[in-house]
C-alpha cells in the first residue's frame, strides 16, 4: 500500500505521520534535511521506497522558481539524480540562488558547464569588460548577473570595503567551482547509453577529443548531423523550438539519426518558454511553462 505525503515541510508533519501511521521518521529528517517537499512512502521494512530515478533540465537561466517548482512536481527525493546540463545564469533574476542551491545539493544534483559558465568564468577571472570575453558575456547579459551577484554583499546596496572583498571572494569560488564542472558526462540508465552535453559535439571527432568550446557552443553542426554510434545524447543550448518550431517548446528528438534529445523549452527566450525535465529510465517528460510560476 502507498500512501503519498505532499509537502512534508517540518517537524511536525512529519511527527504525526510518524505516530498515526508508524512510518521510520529518520527517513523523513532525511527528506526534511535534503530540502524534499515530497516523498513516496509504503510499508515495508524501512517505510519508505525510494524511486532512484535520473533526470535531467537545462538552461535555468536564473529562473529559481520554475526549478524549484519542477523539484515538486517531478517529487525529486534523495534517491533521485538531478543532471543540471548549464547554463544557470543570465537572464532571470536568481543565478545566485540557484548556484546556491545546486552547492548545497551537490550530493544528487550534478551541474554540467555551459557557454554561460564558460562566459562569465573567463570575464571573473581578468574583471576586464572591455576584453573579447567581457563583451561577449555582457552582450549575452553578465552585467546584470553581477549585479544580482552584488546585492547578496552590499546590504541595502551600500558600498563597504567588507561586502566589497565578500563579493570578490564569491567571484573567484565561482571561477573555482566552473572550473571544476565536467564538459559532459557518459551514463548508463536502463541498458541504454547516454551522453548528456550542454551545447553538442563537433561530429568529425570522438567525443573525448572534444574541446570545452565545442561542449558549450555547438549549433546546427552538431544537431544536423549524426552524433556518437550506439549511445544518444541529451543537450540543451538551442531552445527546440529553434530547431523545429513543431515541438512547441517541448523536447525534440532528433527524427533523422534517432540519436540525439534536444531539451531547452526556451524557458528563458520565449514568453511561451517553459522547463522540460526528461526522466532517462523511461524518456518521459515533465514541462513546466515559465508564465505558470512567474509574473510578467
Ligand atoms: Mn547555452
Known amino acids: ?37 515530497e516523498a513516496q512512502l509504503s510499508n515495508n521494512t524501512y ?7 535520473t533526470y535531467c533540465i537545462s538552461d535555468l537561466h536564473g529562473h529559481h522558481k520554475v526549478f524549484m ?15 543540471v546540463l548549464g547554463d544557470c545564469n543570465d537572464r532571470g533574476a536568481f543565478a545566485y540562488e540557484i ?23 573567463d570575464t571573473l577571472v581578468n574583471g576586464d569588460w572591455d576584453s573579447p570575453n567581457g563583451r561577449l558575456w555582457k552582450q549575452n547579459g553578465g552585467k546584470r548577473t553581477v549585479e544580482q551577484f552584488m546585492k547578496h554583499f552590499n546590504i541595502d546596496g551600500e558600498y563597504s570595503e567588507e561586502s566589497q572583498k565578500k563579493f570578490e571572494e564569491y567571484c573567484r569560488h565561482l571561477v573555482e567551482m566552473i572550473n571544476a564542472l565536467p564538459e559532459y558526462i557518459e551514463l548508463t540508465v536502463n541498458g541504454k547509453d547516454f ?10 571527432k570522438t567525443l573525448y577529443e572534444q574541446t570545452e568550446e565545442e561542449c558549450v557552443w555547438m549549433r546546427d553542426w552538431f544537431f544536423l548531423n549524426k552524433g556518437l554510434e550506439g549511445k544518444t545524447i541529451i543537450f540543451g543550448h538551442t531552445p527546440t523550438v529553434n530547431i523545429d518550431s513543431r515541438t512547441k517548446y517541448g523536447i525534440w528528438n532528433d527524427p533523422v539519426y534517432k540519436d540525439k534529445i534536444g531539451i531547452d523549452g ?19 517528460v515533465v514541462s513546466i511553462k515559465r508564465k505558470e510560476v512567474e509574473e510578467g
Do not use: W
Open 266 to 284: 526556451g524557458l528563458a527566450n520565449y514568453e511561451e518558454g517553459q522547463l522540460n525535465c526528461l526522466c532517462l529510465d523511461d524518456l518521459s
Open 1 to 37: 500500500m502507498l500512501n503519498r505525503v505532499k509537502n512534508c515541510r517540518n517537524e511536525i508533519n512529519c511527527q504525526s505521520i510518524y505516530n498515526s501511521s508508524g512510518i521510520c521518521f529518520d527517513y523523513f529528517r532525511i527528506i526534511f534535511s535534503c530540502g524534499r517537499t
Open 47 to 53: 517505510g519508505i521506497t525510494f524511486m532512484n530515478r
Open 99 to 121: 548556484y546556491d542551491y545546486l552547492e548545497k545539493h551537490r550530493e544528487n544534483i550534478f551541474l554540467l558547464k555551459g557557454n554561460h559558465e564558460v562566459m562569465m568564468r
Open 195 to 204: 551522453v548528456l552535453i550542454h551545447a553538442g559535439i563537433n561530429p568529425e
Open 69 to 83: 517548482s519542477m523539484l515538486e512536481k517531478i517529487e525529486f527525493d534523495p534517491s533521485d539524480k538531478l543532471y
